[in-house]
């Protein structure tokens, strides 16, 4: 059963599904996951900030991240909204600016666990197997993890 801590599996050669255990209510991770106020306060790994987040938050909105690090490079992330069932599911299109047309296809899944808890599934389909080897070469779990693991501490904020 996960943790606190990412699991990540490869369930075939095209998937790629992350799951973490949260200490907040269903309502308030789905939340965090729907405003641009509330991404810029978790949304990538600690050395970069979130320098531009539009967002239209509904089936068949666009969405574009624009993170810099500490170096001051930055890296832009672009996709559509295909699916939002609050609280429990946002299916979404996720791209790296950086290399144009490998495209993933991203569902969240929120699972009420009760007492408080709840568990986030992210589900990422790849369209070669090429693709989902270059996002896990990329150093994609532990700046996932990393990225959790913020989103957990903010999370506790909103819960003061």
């Known amino acids: 059963m996960p943790g606190h801590t990412l699991t990540l599996t490869t369930p075939s050669e095209r998937e790629i599904v992350m799951t973490r255990d949260f200490d907040a209510p269903r309502e308030l991770v789905f939340e965090a996951h729907s405003k641009c106020e509330h991404m810029a306060n978790w949304w990538g790994p ?32 672009r996709g559509e909204f295909r699916e939002i069932l609050p609280p429990e599911r946002i299916v979404w299109t996720f791209e790296f600016e950086g290399m144009p047309g490998h495209t993933s296809v991203d569902t969240l899944t929120l699972e009420d666990l009760g007492g408080g808890k709840t568990r986030l599934t992210a589900h990422s389909l790849f ?3 090429e693709d989902r080897d270059g996002m896990l ?20 904020t909103l819960r003061r």
């Open 46 to 77: 600690r050395r970069y900030t979130l320098t531009l987040c539009e967002m239209d938050f509904r089936p068949g909105g666009a969405y574009r991240f624009v993170q810099r690090g500490d170096d001051g490079a930055e890296y832009g992330f």
């Open 127 to 129: 369209e070669t197997v």
């Open 137 to 156: 070469s990329s150093g994609m779990q532990e700046g996932a993890s990393e990225t959790w693991d913020r989103l957990a501490e903010y999370l506790q």
